[in-house]
């Protein structure tokens, strides 16, 4: 008899709490998930419910002062909330990646698309810039951008809004990670891009087997997406 797999990342009893103001205040209690190869789990809850709280934590983007953190996010046999910064460092882009909501925040404006999304290459591989160029433009084209080679040397303002969220999914799946965060990246576009955004996430997390975690307050994005959802309300999973 075949063993189920095992999770590829293991959230247990995540507490998070900010020292920042006169009176601490939990953002996140108890917060439990099991996320496995190739599967999509949506995070929903409205604003301030600490969906992406729980997302930053898992992407080892909480800082290190005024914040308490409790629990464990084990993945790869780590635990991602007290390693070493060393080992954080090695997954982070690597295995694990995070798209944001909004890309012109997210991307340098000084810099080119390409020497952008080239970056995680040159962190974590010792592939030649030529081999570099190669796999960037590659990505571009998995992501269903036009004219990939033209779009490496352009800059963010130089594209639209849809056009920058696929750079940063491109951006975030070019090491192919195991896992992908995606933390609320349709808000701000219109219906006809969501609805090509989500096909593209289905079509990579099909072809490329990465698990994705789906954080949104759309719960019809979730609908179309996902095959598990939490809820958050308040900090609590409801």
């Given at each position: 008899m075949?063993e189920p797999?095992?999770p590829?990342?293991?959230?247990?009893?995540?507490?998070i709490?900010?020292?920042?103001?006169l009176?601490?205040e939990?953002?996140?209690?108890?917060?439990?998930?099991?996320?496995?190869?190739?599967?999509?789990?949506g995070?929903?809850?409205?604003s301030?419910?600490g969906?992406s709280m729980c997302?930053?934590?898992?992407?080892?983007?909480?800082?290190?002062q005024?914040?308490?953190?409790s629990?464990?996010?084990?993945?790869d046999g780590?635990?991602?909330?007290?390693?070493?910064?060393?080992?954080?460092r090695?997954?982070?882009?690597?295995d694990?990646?995070?798209?944001f909501q909004?890309?012109?925040?997210?991307?340098?404006?000084?810099?080119?698309i390409?020497?952008?999304?080239?970056?995680?290459l040159?962190i974590?591989?010792?592939?030649?810039?030529a081999?570099?160029?190669?796999?960037?433009?590659?990505?571009?084209?998995?992501?269903?951008?036009?004219d990939?080679e033209r779009?490496c040397?352009q800059?963010?303002h130089?594209l639209?809004?849809?056009m920058?969220q696929?750079?940063?999914i491109?951006?975030a799946?070019i090491c192919?990670?195991?896992?992908?965060?995606?933390?609320?990246?349709?808000?701000?576009?219109?219906?006809?891009?969501?609805?090509?955004?989500?096909?593209?996430?289905?079509?990579?997390?099909?072809?490329?087997k990465?698990?994705?975690?789906?954080?949104?307050?759309?719960?019809?994005?979730?609908k179309?997406?996902?095959?598990r959802?939490?809820?958050?309300?308040?900090g609590?999973i409801?």
């Amino acid at each position: 008899m075949n063993e189920p797999p095992a999770p590829v990342l293991s959230v247990r009893d995540l507490n998070i709490e900010f020292h920042d103001h006169l009176i601490p205040e939990t953002v996140v209690y108890d917060f439990n998930l099991e996320l496995y190869p190739g599967e999509i789990v949506g995070i929903v809850g409205e604003s301030g419910s600490g969906k992406s709280m729980c997302a930053l934590a898992v992407a080892g983007l909480l800082r290190r002062q005024d914040m308490k953190k409790s629990g464990e996010i084990i993945f790869d046999g780590y635990n991602l909330l007290n390693c070493p910064r060393s080992i954080l460092r090695k997954y982070q882009g690597k295995d694990i990646s995070i798209v944001f909501q909004e890309p012109m925040t997210a991307l340098n404006p000084v810099k080119r698309i390409g020497w952008q999304i080239e970056e995680t290459l040159r962190i974590h591989t010792t592939l030649s810039r030529a081999e570099c160029y190669e796999k960037v433009v590659k990505m571009l084209r998995d992501v269903e951008l036009p004219d990939p080679e033209r779009v490496c040397r352009q800059y963010p303002h130089e594209l639209s809004g849809g056009m920058r969220q696929r750079v940063m999914i491109a951006m975030a799946m070019i090491c192919e990670p195991k896992i992908l965060i995606a933390d609320e990246i349709t808000t701000a576009l219109d219906v006809i891009i969501q609805s090509q955004i989500i096909e593209l996430l289905k079509r990579l997390n099909r072809e490329r087997k990465t698990a994705i975690l789906f954080i949104s307050h759309d719960l019809s994005l979730v609908k179309q997406l996902c095959g598990r959802v939490i809820v958050l309300k308040g900090g609590y999973i409801v």
